[in-house]
């Protein structure tokens, strides 16, 4: 049996590239050393391929349990790890003022720690919050105050998904020359570290630029492309995303069949995973192709049933 130091060294490597099949192959072989602090990095292990396959009810069960035993050890560095944990599911569920607190709290702890990568990480994942709730300005300069640490300390993974974030940005602030620079620096670091993952998502938003400039068939091979990559990492999250863009490319390009079947299709998969945010976007898409068909009523409907849902989320 391998030490638990080798076994944690997998570990990260897997955290860094978010591979869950790693997650869970390597958790189960930690699952055999019986110290409190293997069992808490397994459960955290466990927990966060969970996450990335759309199970957070049952991410979030796992990380508490995770923490409480972090915390009986007195492990800093692990209830501050976990933390961000919690935090990050709350933020991929729409719970933004919960999340912010998570990650707060864990940035002060890795603050306290000297851990200048984890303060990093934690404040890309504080910018990834202002930038669902369209603070841009405070989105970008979290993410460079991450990247530049990252960059600083050498750890090219998480430059990759910074750079990643900050493309997003200008993304929806319409910059797109820039947001394709970042996604095509971003996707040759992840390309480099074979971070299959990583590779998926850059995919999918250089497709997105691609869409939102008008060019239908590239946006349309990239889309294809990753979503081919998600339903291989079994991403179920990654898959309702792209399935979600190709059925804007058929809204945009007047195929309303298939936009719907599309549109349903991603919605069933949000609804499944209890992602409220995903759950209000698809119904106003759906709402959106039903009213270009002359079916007012029912258009109305998907409006308001995705007006309530954003306004639970303070949207």
């Not at 110290?35 to 990335?52: D, S, V």
């Not at 405070?138 to 105050?145: G, I, T, V």
């Not at 390309?191 to 497709?207: E, K, M, P, Q, Y």
């Not at 889309?223 to 990492?233: I, K, N, S, T, W």
């Amino acid at each position: 049996m391998r030490t638990y130091e080798e076994i944690e060294a997998d570990l990260r490597r897997a955290f860094d590239t978010n591979n869950a099949d790693a997650l869970m192959r390597t958790a189960a072989e930690l699952a055999h050393i019986p110290t409190k602090q293997a069992e808490g990095l397994t459960l955290r292990a466990h927990g966060w391929a969970l996450y990335l396959r759309g199970e957070y009810t049952e991410a979030l069960d796992h990380f508490h349990r995770a923490l409480v035993l972090c915390e009986e050890h007195g492990d800093r560095e692990g209830v501050a790890r976990v933390i961000v944990n919690i935090g990050s599911v709350h933020l991929v569920v729409g719970d933004y003022p919960a999340a912010l607190e998570q990650y707060h709290h864990a940035r002060t702890i890795h603050e306290e720690l000297g851990d200048r990568n984890s303060v990093a990480i934690v404040t890309g994942n504080i910018g990834s919050m202002y930038s669902r709730t369209g603070e841009y300005r405070a989105a970008l300069e979290h993410f460079h105050a991450a990247l530049a640490i990252h960059e600083e300390l050498g750890y090219r993974s998480h430059a990759a998904n910074v750079t990643l974030n900050i493309g997003n940005v200008h993304v929806v602030t319409g910059n797109f020359t820039a947001a394709l620079e970042n996604f095509h620096r971003a996707l040759a670091i992840h390309d480099a570290l074979s971070n299959r993952h990583g590779v998926a998502v850059l995919t999918s938003n250089i497709g997105l630029v691609h869409a939102n400039t008008g060019d239908y068939p590239t946006a349309l091979e990239h889309y294809h492309r990753a979503l081919a990559m998600y339903e291989e990492l079994g991403d179920r999250r990654g898959v309702a995303q792209v399935t979600g863009h190709i059925g804007s490319v058929r809204a945009h390009t007047g195929d309303t069949s298939s936009a719907l079947e599309s549109y349903r299709l991603a919605l069933s998969i949000h609804e499944e995973l209890g992602d409220r945010r995903g759950i209000a976007q698809f119904i106003g898409n759906i709402g959106s192709v039903l009213a270009t068909t002359g079916d007012h009523l029912a258009a109305l409907e998907h409006f308001s049933r995705s007006e309530r849902l954003y306004q639970t989320l303070g949207n």
